[in-house]
């Protein structure tokens, strides 16, 4: 095969990757994605949650397992805290790899080429396209394109091969698929405490046909030599919950990272990261899918103009990206201060108080009220200014947090 232009290609085809080469193909470029699998959608790391918003943009409706309009969540000593209404969709459960093919789909149908076992082996941006070697199977082709876009998940190639620095925080996430587990219809449970997942929470999500996915994440640092399945073991022999999991029997497990925190540099001369790459997963719920969907549509329509022009250099990127990337990466940071103040850096203690502030009537209307699980920042602001108990915390979190 002679060497092949592209205007733009994008190393991995997972939902970011399939939604990006979608928006360029509908606007009329040539588009190649490099997936190094022979399958999309596999190996699965996920628990599947897709919100009504990026469900809505994509319309990938036969994906749904399962629909959830709410989360029973546990405190650490048992305190629940009930968050929904019935028959009101929070968000969706998929089954990723059908989620994932549909969106890569539906960028072949809009005019994108996709290259399966194939990945980068070497790439450098000259001043009018950017040169890349790509093993293809057995053999190296050389291609160029005129913007390249790592889409190439957590452990990014493209982002460790130019050097655009790493994701605030890498967190792992743990999963187990079940059967056996008698869960309340279209609600998913989540577990504190500081054995079961330190810093974060531990999770129930009905995935249709009687099956549940439990999992759980956390980060090395608070894991403090623990594994992280030890924690899963925790949760199934816990005192409080050990009779509801008595039944449980597995049928798959999985373990990968969720990098949160978006990189310092998603953007340099002719290349850009999206997703899980850019490190945009969300630090509140680990929800990657969502934000690299906002990630792109925030900036296509100019980036599109930029390739027709061939202007791709660093300077005209930043002015492309830098306030729609600028106001993610700045609600990422509000969202972890927040996450860090009232959940995880809290002892047990702490969470349980916590907990029996949440668990108030007059605060789970205002969680049902103000929450969303795609804006969390304006719950943790409301409940940092009118619940009481929580003032305390909102000084020590001080005026630049809450300001800001
Ligand atoms: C346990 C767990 C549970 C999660 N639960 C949720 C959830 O409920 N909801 C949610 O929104 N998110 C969840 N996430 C996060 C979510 O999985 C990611 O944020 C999402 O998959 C990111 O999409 P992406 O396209 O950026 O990256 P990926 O889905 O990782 O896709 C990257 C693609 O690039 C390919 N690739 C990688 N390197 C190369 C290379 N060098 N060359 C060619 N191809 C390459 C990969 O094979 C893959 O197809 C979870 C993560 C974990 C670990």
């Given at each position: 095969m002679g060497h092949q232009h592209w205007d733009v290609v994008i190393i991995g085809a997972g939902p970011a990757g399939g939604r990006v080469a979608t928006h360029f193909a509908e606007r009329g470029h040539s588009v190649l994605m490099l997936e190094?699998?022979?399958?999309?959608?596999?190996p699965f790391q996920c628990a599947g949650l897709v919100t009504p918003n990026a469900m809505k943009e994509v319309?990938?409706?036969?994906?749904?397992l399962e629909e959830i309009d709410g989360a029973l969540i546990h405190g650490p000593s048992g305190t629940l805290v009930p968050v929904g209404t019935e028959g009101k969709i929070r968000t969706y459960v998929v089954c990723r790899k059908i989620f994932d093919q549909g969106v890569v789909k539906q960028a072949l149908e809009a005019g994108a080429n996709i290259w399966l076992d194939s990945q980068p082996v070497n790439s450098q941006v000259h001043d009018d396209k950017v040169v890349l070697e790509v093993k293809k199977g057995n053999e190296i082709h050389n291609i160029s394109a005129s913007l390249l876009i790592g889409c190439?998940?957590?452990?990014?190639w493209t982002r460790r091969h130019f050097k655009m620095g790493r994701p605030k925080e890498l967190m792992i996430g743990f999963q187990a698929e079940v059967v056996g587990y008698e869960n309340r219809e279209r609600w998913l449970e989540m577990f504190s405490g500081s054995e079961i997942a330190p810093g974060f929470f531990a999770w129930v999500i009905p995935s249709g046909n009687g099956t549940n996915r439990i999992g759980l994440w956390s980060t090395a640092e608070r894991l403090e030599g623990r594994s992280i399945e030890q924690c899963y073991d925790n949760l199934l022999e816990h005192p409080l919950w050990k009779d509801r999991f008595s039944d449980v029997v597995e049928t798959a497990r999985y373990c990968g990272p969720v990098p949160s925190g978006m990189v310092k540099?998603?953007?340099?001369d002719r290349v850009i990261l999206i997703g899980d790459a850019a490190g945009m997963a969300k630090p509140t719920t680990g929800g990657g899918i969502g934000p690299a969907f906002e990630q792109i549509s925030g900036i296509i329509e100019q980036l599109s103009n930029a390739v027709v022009k061939n202007q791709l250099d660093k300077k005209t990127l930043h002015k492309i990206c830098n306030k729609h990337f600028s106001k993610m990466k700045k609600d990422q940071t509000r969202a972890r201060a927040l996450r860090n103040l009232l959940v995880?850096?809290?002892?047990d203690k702490e969470l349980d108080k916590h907990f029996n502030s949440f668990a108030k009537p007059e605060i789970v209307e205002l969680i049902n009220k103000v929450g969303d699980i795609e804006k969390p920042v304006p719950l943790g602001m409301a409940l940092l200014k009118r619940v009481p108990a929580f003032r305390k915390l909102a000084l020590k979190a001080g005026a630049k947090l809450i300001f800001t």
């Open positions: 190094e699998h022979e399958e999309i959608g596999r319309g990938l409706f036969h994906s749904v190439d998940g957590a452990h990014s540099t998603p953007y340099k995880s850096d809290c002892t």
